[in-house]
């Protein structure tokens, strides 16, 4: 089975930076990608970033584009996601996903519906 362990969540003043780091384990096979998501008090859960795990191709949702930098380590099995110029809005908890092997991959990185693991989440504050 596989674990996602996700961790550097934490409060941070608006314009300040943080990095989120996961670990994955009980992995069988590489995934396609592996991705971030957040989920504000309120909100529904929405796409953050995401890596394909065996090419150097990223994906980021428009409101963290230029801000926020997936990085992938295929040696650790982890993913990270540099956050900088952070803002209240960037409030939420934070969840690393992974999706199944590259043969069962549709192509729509930005929905849950692609990820099949995801880790328990990450606080991230953002005071202004």
């Known amino acids: 089975q596989v674990r996602l362990q996700e961790s550097g969540g934490g409060l941070v003043q608006a314009g300040g930076s943080l990095t989120l780091s996961c670990v994955a384990s009980?992995?069988?096979?590489?995934?396609?990608?592996m991705g971030w998501f957040r989920r504000a008090p309120g909100k529904e859960r929405e796409f953050v970033a995401a890596a394909v795990w065996s090419l150097d191709i990223t994906y980021y949702a428009d409101a963290v584009k230029d801000r926020f930098t997936i990085l992938r380590d295929n040696t650790k099995n982890m993913v990270s996601l540099q956050m900088n110029s952070l803002k209240p809005d960037d409030t939420a908890v934070y969840y690393c996903?992974?999706?199944?092997?590259?043969?069962?991959?549709?192509?729509?990185?930005?929905?849950?519906?692609?990820?099949?693991?995801w880790g328990q989440g990450t606080q991230v504050t953002v005071s202004s």
């Open positions: 996903a992974e999706t199944a092997p590259l043969g069962y991959y549709s192509g729509s990185y930005s929905s849950e519906n692609e990820y099949d693991h």
């Open positions: 009980g992995r069988t096979s590489s995934p396609a990608l």
